[in-house]
């Protein structure tokens, strides 16, 4: 069984910075997918930042240049960094991931498929 796992969220200043990171376990081999996606109060989940299976990486445009993400070299640890931070990045942020070998996707609009796990999520809230 997949399990994923978020920590890293908390409190801060617009303007700041914070770091996120998802560790993943219970896969046994093959690649997969791995992402960053948020909600905010009345708004659709969206995708962040993503990797797919070839390591290509993603941005939504909302993020672009502000957030990076990486993972750690045994693929398993995804994070997120994530500066300038802005009001409107207050929201519930969730680590995804595929099954091996699934096709999955997310756009700079934000719009995602493919992700067939999900962590519990951590709140990010930035202060004006």
């Known amino acids: 069984q997949v399990q994923l796992l978020e920590s890293g969220g908390g409190s801060v200043q617009a303007e700041g910075s914070l770091s996120l990171y998802c560790t993943a376990s219970?896969?046994?081999?093959?690649?997969?997918?791995m992402g960053w996606f948020r909600q905010s109060p009345g708004k659709q989940r969206e995708g962040v930042a993503s990797v797919d299976r070839s390591g290509r990486v993603m941005y939504g445009d909302s993020v672009k240049g502000r957030f990076t993400i990486s993972q750690d070299n045994a693929k398993t640890t995804l994070i997120l960094q994530m500066n300038s931070l802005k009001p409107e990045d207050t929201a519930m942020y969730y680590c995804a991931a595929s099954s091996i070998g699934a096709y999955c996707y997310t756009d700079q609009a934000g719009r995602y498929g493919g992700y067939a796990y999900w962590g519990r999520g951590t709140q990010v809230t930035v202060s004006s």
């Open positions: 219970g896969y046994t081999s093959g690649r997969y997918c």
